[in-house]
């Protein structure tokens, strides 16, 4: 086992690292920029190094400064969490070639199924359907044009080396095409420091579904079921839930059979997930791999009864699984509870909380860095917390969601909280009719 992990990342996804590590008896490594001194992730790891200022660019997306903390802690691990440095291959190699085991894919793996547009081409070789698109990376205007001219319109602009909506745009027709390219190559170029982009015919109103994967380290892949996705806002998740209540089993069986064979078609070890399209009529797409950890991993452990992160430390130690795929028990849902007004179209809110009061109760579970007085910086995003509640069926997951919801007071600063509520209460919510439209239907 490692004798000490150091957590490239921040907040949230730092200190549940951090929890797991410590359930394992490994001691930690916490690293910070200069906005996070007081963040939850530092005063509970065994050790912290400040990394730079407040710029990601100058603290957690830089390398040299995370490996030096490594170095000098005696860290022979870095967990890269999820965002910054989690899907960078050349990170994941870098690791290896200095000594330190990377927690997570290997930088080959995830330069196959990282960049979008050759995972794609690899989920078709394997008879993984995928949505129609380019063959690959699209390099200017005018072969956009050609493409979407062959698949026809709407089409999908994203950007082939990163998610979390970065680099995305809709198009609808060809007068508008030149722009949004150019648009969304510059925000892939700063999210991700690659403007590549490639194209997709956008399927309307679709569901968002996503399995979670986990490669053992003999090559083979386990799924853990689905997450449904659908309720998100320019592309950015805010509600979570497992099991869909959309897809019956045979639907939700093919999408687990379809999301091995892709994870194992490029030898995947550790945790990732297989992320799809779903029409009307439960005809499914592939669209992405996460070669990640996902933010809303919670809502998969608490239907199934596994702790995913001590899983992946676990394969990437040497060790088996501990936990393979059991069968769901109950409903879980899963609500960011973000720094934004949603009453001013979710306008970021930072600053300092004058007062915070966490919800409890059965089946209620938060993951958090933030504390009375803590400041929210400017300079990422914009999550506070998560909020996962479990039932035992989803109606009783809704009431018990609404009912916590009530009780988690945030003071000083706006918060996702009260839509959350509304969401609660819409009747196509409740009722599971919704899709990738619903915010913008409902919540205009």
Same mark, same amino acid.
């Given at each position: 086992?490692?004798?000490?992990?150091?957590?490239?990342?921040?907040?949230?996804?730092?200190?549940?690292?951090?929890?797991?590590? @410590? $359930?394992? !008896?490994? *001691?930690t490594?916490?690293?910070? +920029?200069?906005?996070?001194?007081?963040?939850?992730?530092? =005063?509970?790891?065994?050790?912290?190094?400040?990394?730079?200022?407040?710029?990601?660019?100058?603290?957690?997306l830089?390398?040299?400064?995370?490996?030096?903390?490594a170095?000098?802690?005696?860290?022979?691990?870095?967990?890269?969490?999820?965002?910054?440095?989690?899907?960078?291959?050349?990170?994941?190699?870098?690791?290896a070639?200095?000594?330190?085991?990377?927690?997570?894919?290997?930088?080959?793996?995830?330069?196959?199924?990282?960049?979008?547009?050759?995972?794609?081409e690899t989920?078709?070789?394997?008879?993984?359907?995928?949505?129609p698109?380019?063959?690959?990376?699209?390099?200017?205007?005018?072969?956009?044009?050609?493409?979407? @001219? $062959?698949? !026809?319109? *709407?089409?999908?602009?994203?950007? +082939?080396?990163?998610?979390?909506?970065?680099?995305?745009? =809709?198009?609808?027709?060809?007068?508008?095409?030149e722009?949004?390219?150019?648009?969304?190559?510059?925000?892939?170029?700063?999210?991700f420091?690659n403007?590549?982009?490639?194209l997709?015919?956008?399927?309307?109103?679709?569901?968002?579904?996503?399995?979670?994967?986990?490669?053992?380290?003999?090559?083979?892949?386990?799924?853990?079921?689905?997450?449904?996705?659908?309720?998100?806002?320019?592309?950015q998740?805010l509600?979570?839930e497992?099991?869909?209540?959309?897809?019956?089993d045979?639907?939700?069986?093919?999408?687990?059979?379809?999301a091995i064979?892709?994870?194992?078609?490029v030898?995947?070890?550790?945790?990732g997930?297989?992320?799809?399209?779903?029409?009307?009529?439960?005809?499914?797409?592939?669209?992405?791999?996460n070669?990640?950890?996902?933010?809303?991993?919670?809502?998969?452990?608490?239907?199934?009864?596994?702790?995913?992160?001590?899983?992946?430390?676990?394969?990437?130690?040497?060790?088996?699984?501990e936990?393979?795929?059991?069968?769901?028990?109950?409903?879980?849902?899963?609500?960011?509870?973000?720094?934004?007004?949603?009453?001013?179209n979710?306008?970021p809110?930072?600053?300092?909380?004058?007062?915070?009061?966490?919800?409890?109760?059965?089946?209620?579970?938060?993951?958090?860095?933030?504390?009375?007085?803590?400041?929210?910086?400017?300079?990422?995003?914009?999550?506070?917390?998560?909020?996962?509640?479990?039932?035992?069926?989803?109606?009783?997951?809704?009431?018990?969601?609404?009912?916590?919801?009530?009780?988690?007071?945030?003071?000083?600063?706006?918060?996702t909280?009260?839509?959350?509520?509304?969401?609660?209460?819409?009747?196509?919510?409740?009722?599971?009719?919704?899709?990738?439209?619903?915010?913008?239907?409902?919540?205009?």
């Amino acid at each position: 086992m490692f004798k000490k992990i150091l957590i490239a990342n921040r907040g949230e996804i730092a200190l549940r690292i951090i929890r797991s590590c @410590k $359930e394992l !008896g490994i *001691p930690t490594v916490a690293v910070y +920029s200069e906005a996070d001194k007081e963040s939850l992730h530092v =005063i509970f790891a065994d050790e912290a190094v400040c990394i730079g200022p407040s710029s990601s660019k100058e603290s957690y997306l830089k390398i040299p400064s995370i490996l030096s903390a490594a170095a000098i802690t005696g860290a022979d691990a870095i967990h890269p969490g999820y965002g910054f440095l989690a899907e960078n291959a050349d990170f994941s190699d870098i690791c290896a070639e200095s000594g330190f085991t990377f927690i997570g894919p290997t930088g080959d793996a995830i330069r196959k199924m990282g960049d979008k547009a050759f995972a794609k081409e690899t989920m078709k070789k394997v008879g993984v359907p995928v949505v129609p698109g380019s063959e690959g990376v699209v390099n200017d205007v005018e072969s956009a044009k050609i493409i979407a @001219k $062959e698949i !026809g319109y *709407p089409i999908m602009l994203k950007a +082939s080396a990163g998610g979390g909506g970065k680099g995305m745009r =809709i198009v609808f027709q060809e007068d508008e095409l030149e722009n949004a390219f150019q648009t969304a190559s510059n925000e892939a170029n700063a999210a991700f420091g690659n403007p590549d982009l490639y194209l997709e015919k956008f399927i309307e109103n679709p569901r968002h579904i996503e399995i979670q994967v986990m490669g053992d380290i003999d090559g083979k892949v386990y799924a853990y079921g689905e997450r449904d996705c659908s309720i998100q806002r320019r592309h950015q998740k805010l509600i979570e839930e497992s099991p869909s209540p959309f897809i019956n089993d045979e639907v939700r069986k093919k999408m687990e059979e379809a999301a091995i064979l892709g994870a194992e078609s490029v030898n995947y070890r550790g945790a990732g997930t297989i992320e799809f399209l779903v029409d009307k009529y439960m005809n499914f797409y592939f669209i992405e791999m996460n070669t990640r950890i996902q933010v809303e991993h919670p809502v998969t452990e608490m239907v199934r009864n596994i702790d995913l992160i001590k899983n992946q430390i676990l394969v990437a130690a040497g060790y088996g699984l501990e936990d393979k795929p059991k069968e769901p028990r109950g409903h879980a849902i899963e609500f960011r509870i973000n720094a934004e007004d949603p009453d001013y179209n979710f306008r970021p809110s930072p600053g300092v909380i004058d007062f915070l009061h966490f919800p409890g109760g059965f089946g209620v579970r938060i993951d958090s860095h933030s504390y009375n007085e803590y400041v929210i910086p400017p300079y990422y995003d914009s999550l506070i917390a998560k909020m996962i509640v479990w039932g035992t069926d989803r109606i009783h997951a809704i009431r018990r969601a609404k009912r916590a919801l009530e009780e988690f007071k945030i003071e000083g600063i706006k918060t996702t909280i009260p839509f959350h509520i509304k969401v609660l209460e819409n009747e196509n919510f409740i009722n599971g009719n919704f899709d990738t439209s619903f915010i913008e239907k409902y919540f205009k």
